[in-house]
């Protein structure tokens, strides 16, 4: 059985945060939980938090075992981008892209 769960609108490149998944795709969730924890990258951190969230959907919303669940995909979107304007030399302005990201953690139980 899948159970899934959603981040929308991180205020992260989806470039940025595709970075870790590799390393997580595949294991358990707790030794991904593991990983995560220690990363030095802010899209660390989101993923975390949205991998914890699926595996307590797992635990309290279908009743599966923890110590079995498995991180099956990771998925990323890309979310609506911010246009914004910076001031620059002369008069002119830049526009800057505030980029933003769709995550979706599916975490499995494997028998």
Same mark, same amino acid.
């Given at each position: 059985?899948?159970?899934?769960?959603?981040?929308?609108?991180?205020?992260?490149?989806?470039?940025?945060?595709?970075?870790?998944?590799?390393?997580?795709?595949?294991?358990?969730? !707790?030794?991904?939980?593991?990983?995560?924890?220690?990363?030095?990258?802010?899209?660390?951190?989101?993923?975390?938090?949205?991998?914890?969230?699926?595996?307590?959907?797992?635990?309290?919303?279908? !009743?599966?075992?923890?110590?079995?669940?498995?991180?099956?995909?990771?998925?990323?979107?890309?979310?609506?981008?911010?246009?914004?304007?910076?001031?620059?030399?002369?008069?002119?302005?830049?526009?800057?892209?505030?980029?933003?990201?769709?995550?979706?953690?599916?975490?499995?139980?494997?028998?």
């Amino acid at each position: 059985m899948e159970v899934k769960a959603t981040t929308r609108y991180a205020r992260i490149s989806p470039f940025k945060l595709r970075l870790p998944i590799s390393e997580v795709k595949g294991k358990n969730a !707790e030794q991904a939980l593991a990983l995560l924890k220690f990363m030095p990258l802010k899209a660390a951190g989101i993923i975390h938090k949205a991998l914890q969230s699926a595996v307590a959907n797992a635990e309290h919303n279908n !009743e599966l075992d923890v110590d079995k669940l498995i991180v099956k995909n990771i998925i990323v979107d890309h979310g609506p981008s911010m246009k914004r304007f910076r001031p620059r030399a002369r008069g002119r302005a830049t526009r800057i892209i505030k980029r933003t990201s769709h995550l979706t953690v599916i975490v499995e139980q494997v028998d």
